[in-house]
């Protein structure tokens, strides 16, 4: 499966394209960061089982894109962001409509934008990222700890989407639970 990150800057549903190129800078420095280029392979372990994606983007990281995303703990969040709202786009029936509040335990809204009220939001999505994995960082404790932040707001009755990505040896987890 191809993942075309570019696709970020046409904006999404629910967010503004000046947020939707703004996550494809953060997806693209990260990326170049790690010694990585457009067509990397990115391993999911996603709802159905294990698959191989392809990250494709033409983004080009130049010096002032790099100063300007020199908090690279704030690009890895951002760019983790970009790619779980495009892994949302294939695992939910529902698309990425509105940040979610401080203090939810998740980090945006899934539903239908042309939905009014509450009706439109469905389920919820919990995103993280890690530049690159270690011992005390592992992609398996984050996912853990992300499950268990949803449980913050289990009281809605809506799914929990989580997904984390790692960008060192690019992999990652989706999960609906």
Known sequence: MEINLDTLG??????????GNFLLQACSVCLDNQGHSSGVSMNLAA?????????????IVDNQIK?????????????ATGIAIKLAE???ESNCIERSSK????????????????FQRKERLEISGILRENSSNS???RVNVKTEQTKASANTGLKAHVCVVE??????EYKIV
């Open 10 to 19: 046409n904006g999404i549903m629910g967010l503004t394209q000046e947020f």
């Open 47 to 59: 709802p159905h089982g294990t698959q191989n994606l392809s990250l494709e983007w033409s983004a």
């Open 67 to 79: 100063r300007n995303w020199s908090d690279l703990q704030e690009a890895t969040e951002y760019a």
């Open 90 to 92: 294939s695992y939910s």
């Open 103 to 118: 203090g939810t335990g998740f980090d945006y809204w899934l539903g239908d934008e042309d939905e009014i009220g509450l």
């Open 139 to 141: 992609l398996d404790k």
């Open 167 to 172: 960008f060192g040896n690019p992999k990652g």
